[in-house]
């Protein structure tokens, strides 16, 4: 048996078990192989639980084993770190609890802090630096680590509510369809959030318009003074948040 072989046969077993794959790499080695296997899974298995506490905390831990069970059992490990692993477990959580869409936008928000916690870093614009800039023609330029999440529910309160150790409140959805902003200030993950106006206006900035074609959009949705206010409103919020790391023309 080659070398890529006997690799081969290891990991069908590690993943799924596989016993023709135990019997290639021989009876010899049978004793030894479930050690291996179950280092495996708890290896994934307290990855997953490190990264979605409040996840955990909501669910319970029986509910949360389960669910970790069948990530792993469809998802094997395929970065090079174990970092890469948590990724994709919210769709998994959606799949098992498409009735409950609370269980899945908290995981997705915990896992949008861990990446925002690991992000580059960027300094972020200071309120001094405004005033050399062209508003007509300036780019903004969000920091790394920002990421924009969908949310139908209150899981943001429930996520505070537990990383507190409160008893958190009872899922509800939301009046409207708003969405969660995450990034990181200075070291700390920060999320807030926002309705579909700044989701719209974080959107059209990310996508390389300018601030007067922001400002403009918002004139378009809102009304000339409501649209003015908020645009100015909006980049108040950006700078004092560190969202914003430079501009260009």
Same mark, same amino acid.
């Given at each position: 048996m080659s070398l890529a072989t006997l690799q081969g046969d290891f990991r069908a077993w590690l993943m799924d078990g596989s016993l023709d794959a135990a019997r290639r790499i021989g009876r010899a080695a049978a004793p030894g192989l479930s050690v291996y296997q179950n280092n495996y899974r708890a290896q994934l298995m307290a990855c997953l639980a490190e990264t979605y506490e409040q996840?955990?905390?909501?669910? !319970?831990?029986?509910?949360?084993?389960a669910a970790a069970a069948t990530h792993i059992d469809a998802n094997?490990?395929?970065?090079?770190? #174990?970092?890469?692993?948590p990724a994709g477990f919210a769709d998994t959580l959606d799949s098992i609890y498409p009735d409950d869409p609370e269980v899945a936008e908290l995981a997705a928000l915990e896992w949008g802090l861990?990446?925002?916690?690991?992000?580059?870093?960027?300094?972020?614009?200071t309120p001094e630096a405004l005033a050399s800039?062209?508003?007509?023609?300036?780019?903004?330029?969000?920091?790394?680590? #920002?990421?924009?999440?969908p949310a139908t529910c209150n899981a943001a309160a429930i996520w505070a509510a537990l990383s507190k150790s409160e008893m958190p409140p009872k899922a509800v959805a939301l009046p409207e369809p708003a969405a969660l902003l995450v990034w990181r200030q200075d070291f700390t993950p920060c999320f807030r959030t926002i309705d579909g106006v700044e989701e719209g206006a974080i959107s059209l900035c990310a996508s390389g318009a300018?601030?007067?074609?922001m400002c403009g959009s918002l004139v378009e949705t809102l009304g000339e003074a409501d649209g003015i206010a908020r645009?100015?409103? #909006?980049?108040?919020?950006? +700078? !004092?948040? !560190?969202? +914003?790391?430079g501009t260009s023309e």
């Open positions: 996840t955990q905390a909501w669910l !319970g831990d029986e509910a949360f084993l094997p490990p395929s970065a090079w770190t #174990l970092d890469a692993y861990s990446r925002a916690f690991t992000a580059a870093d960027a300094t972020a614009m800039v062209d508003w007509d023609s300036a780019a903004l330029h969000f920091t790394p680590s #920002l990421a924009v999440l300018d601030f007067g074609a645009a100015a409103a #909006l980049l108040g919020q950006w +700078i !004092g948040d !560190g969202l +914003i790391v």
